[in-house]
């Protein structure tokens, strides 16, 4: 049972930007900036894309950036490309027994 | 680069166990962790647990009473055992690695994901 709510889709034309929430609780993401975004598309190996809220691993475009207030933490992509188009899921540390909780999923639609 | 490959039945029956594998390259397995991480049709993903060389382990909490995990050197692999399957189980099994730098923790590289349905 996922703990972190996403919505499951989101949409936008090739050049616009879009952000996916993620929200949680005061256990895991408004407690720990240990938020993390994964990209997955269908086949393949999911593929880290944000870690630390806002950090990017080496090699993925500074066209993804994230954020967090509170207990909801955002992935934005901006100048979307239809590689973009995939399912994207936030991960989170939590203090609760289930120490790593993830999202419902978000499935970008480039149109 | 460390790649991960699942690898194990993908048709297990009602109350049976499910044991699948999942093969590291590019890297050893000892010194890092090691995750089952699946995702049931429909909802999203679910962290089983982790594993260690050393024999240390966690498992979420829902699955702890049904799952194990075990290492095996010589292969550079890791394993989940989950009994008593239901319906329930049927979901795409990835294994990960866990990655961690001080206190924070990612999951930086995975396998492409093997997906198991749980039927008589």
């Known amino acids: 049972q996922s703990a972190l709510t996403q919505p499951a889709s989101v949409s936008g034309s090739p050049g616009q930007s879009i952000t996916i929430s993620c929200t949680g609780t005061?256990?895991?993401?408004?407690?720990?900036?240990?938020v993390s975004w994964y990209q997955h598309h269908p086949g393949k190996a999911p593929k880290l894309m944000m870690y630390d809220v806002s950090t990017r691993p080496s090699g993925v475009s500074r066209r993804f950036s994230g954020s967090k207030s509170g207990n909801t933490a955002s992935l934005t992509i901006s100048g979307l490309q239809a590689e973009d188009e995939a399912d994207y899921y936030c991960?989170?540390?939590?203090?609760?027994?289930?120490?790593?909780?993830f999202g419902t999923g978000t499935t970008v639609t480039v149109l | 680069q460390v790649q991960l490959q699942e690898s194990g039945p993908r048709l297990v029956k009602p109350s049976e166990t499910l044991s699948l594998s999942c093969t590291v390259s590019g890297g050893s397995i000892s010194g890092d962790y090691w995750s089952w991480i699946r995702q049931s049709p429909g909802k999203g993903l679910e962290w089983i647990g982790f594993?260690?060389?050393?024999?240390?382990?966690d498992y979420n909490p829902s699955l702890e009473s049904r799952a194990a995990f075990s290492v095996d050197m010589a292969k550079n692999q890791f394993s989940l055992d989950l009994i008593s399957v239901t319906a329930a189980d049927t979901a795409l099994y990835f294994c990960?690695?866990?990655?961690?730098?001080?206190?924070?923790?990612?999951?930086?590289?995975w396998g492409q994901g093997i997906p198991v349905t749980v039927s008589s």
């Open positions: 594993t260690h060389y050393s024999g240390n382990a």
């Open positions: 990960a690695r866990r990655f961690c730098s001080g206190t924070s923790c990612i999951f930086d590289f």
């Open positions: 005061s256990s895991d993401i408004g407690a720990y900036n240990y």
């Open positions: 991960s989170s540390y939590s203090s609760s027994s289930t120490r790593y909780v």
